[in-house]
Every structure is written in structure tokens, then in C-alpha cells.
């Protein structure tokens, strides 16, 4: 996706500057205080399509199959994340329901699908409707998708549950382990100032398209 020049204004400085196009895998930086403007991600669209893909695939596989199987005292235990959470709920702890489901389910499924949704709209020019309110959702939800901080909660667990059971660590477990590391490749691999300019482009496409029908 080629960059043009555009006009920008400094967060730092406020200056408002015409920055000339930048290549891929380098940076702009602002004229007069040099903080980072943006950065044009080599690889451009495709790069963040494919990891959000192969992240979707992970993460619907995390979430279908066990995290791991427990035995304790001759009971057999075997549960999803979801599962979990519920569990915490039907046991009367709704808010530790919520804790563990929110950040590591719900907020990461909507920062995903979102993502694919605004990608896929830009990368094969599809006008979507609502993807600048999906694009700015995702932004406000970032924050609060966690699954790295459960991972560390579950590990945290398996050491504790070690010492009363035996655990057979499930596929769900290694399925969410690649999903963190996706996770944090895909939004790496993302520049927010590239998916606004990618659709500012699908726009000003479209509305050229339309005054060429309308007049
Ligand atoms: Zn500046």
C-alpha cells in the first residue's frame, strides 16, 4: 500500500507538519521536536491480515478445548476457559467470573474479529459499513484484553494444582500459549495510522465512485 504525502500534526508539539511519504519499515518523526509520528510497517496490510488469521484459528481452538484435565482424588476434571468461568459463576462469584472471562475471552474475541473486520475491509477494498467506530473500539479495548496476564494466572494455577492432582496440561492450553504470542505479534505488527489512512483511502475511493454515478 503506497503512502502519500500527508498532513500531520505532532501529539508532543502540536506542530502541524507536511510529511512526505514514508518507505516501508521506517518512521516519521516530527520536524520540530523529532518524537515519533508513525511508522509505515514494512509488510503493510497483509502482514497483521495473516497474524490476525492464524490468531483467530488459535484462539477458537483455546477456547473449544480444555486448558487441562484435572484428577483429583479419583474425580476427573476437564474444563475450557468458558467452562471455568462459569463454574466460578455457578459457584456464586459472578465477579470472578467476569475477571477471568472478560479480559481473556470476550475482549480479546472483539479486539480480534474487529481487527480481521477493518483489515480484511482495507486490504481487498471492501467498504464495510462501521469500520472507523469498530477501528476506534478496538483502540479503547486494547487496554483491557489480557490474556497474557491469564496465561500467567493459569501457570500460576497448574504449579499450585501440581501438588494435589495429576494435570494433563490440554490442547486448549498450547492453542492459547500461541494465541498470546499471536496476539502480541499481530498488534506489533499493526500501525494505527496506516489502518486510518487505509480507510480514508476506501473512503475517498467510494465517494469518487458515487459522484462519477451521480453525475
Ligand atoms: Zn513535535
Given amino acids: 500500500m503506497g503512502q502519500k504525502e500527508i498532513l500531520f500534526v505532532c501529539h508532543e508539539c502540536d506542530a502541524l507538519q507536511v510529511v512526505p511519504a514514508v518507505e516501508p519499515g521506517h518512521d516519521a518523526n516530527c520536524l520540530r521536536c523529532k518524537s515519533h509520528l508513525f511508522r509505515n510497517p514494512r509488510g503493510g496490510i497483509d502482514k497483521p491480515l495473516a497474524l490476525v488469521i492464524a490468531l483467530m484459528i488459535a484462539f477458537v481452538i483455546a477456547n473449544l478445548?480444555?486448558?487441562?484435565?484435572?484428577t483429583i482424588v479419583g474425580v476427573k476434571l476437564s474444563t475450557t476457559i468458558t467452562g471455568a468461568a462459569y463454574i466460578f459463576w455457578q459457584s456464586?462469584?459472578?465477579?470472578?467470573?467476569?475477571?477471568?472471562?472478560?479480559?481473556?475471552?470476550?475482549?480479546?474475541?472483539l479486539i480480534i474479529a474487529g481487527l480481521f473486520y477493518v483489515l480484511f475491509s482495507i486490504?481487498?477494498?471492501?467498504?464495510?459499513?462501521?469500520?472507523?467506530?469498530?477501528?476506534?473500539?478496538?483502540g479503547r479495548l486494547q487496554p483491557w484484553g489480557m490474556m497474557d496476564v491469564f496465561l500467567l494466572g493459569i501457570l500460576v494455577s497448574?504449579?499450585?494444582?501440581?501438588?494435589?492432582?495429576?494435570?494433563?496440561?490440554?490442547?486448549?492450553?498450547?492453542?492459547?500459549v500461541l494465541g498470546v504470542l499471536l496476539y502480541a505479534a499481530t498488534l506489533a505488527s499493526l500501525d494505527t495510522h496506516t489502518l486510518w489512512e487505509g480507510l480514508k483511502g476506501l473512503q475517498s475511493q467510494t465517494d469518487s465512485r458515487d459522484e462519477f454515478a451521480n453525475g
Fill in 65 to 70: 478445548h480444555p486448558i487441562m484435565d484435572l
Fill in 123 to 138: 486490504r481487498f477494498q471492501r467498504n464495510w459499513p462501521y469500520t472507523k467506530p469498530i477501528l476506534v473500539l478496538i
Fill in 92 to 109: 456464586g462469584s459472578p465477579e470472578l467470573a467476569a475477571i477471568v472471562w472478560l479480559p481473556s475471552v470476550l475482549i480479546p474475541g
Fill in 158 to 176: 497448574m504449579v499450585k494444582l501440581a501438588a494435589l492432582s495429576s494435570i494433563i496440561v490440554g490442547i486448549g492450553f498450547y492453542a492459547f
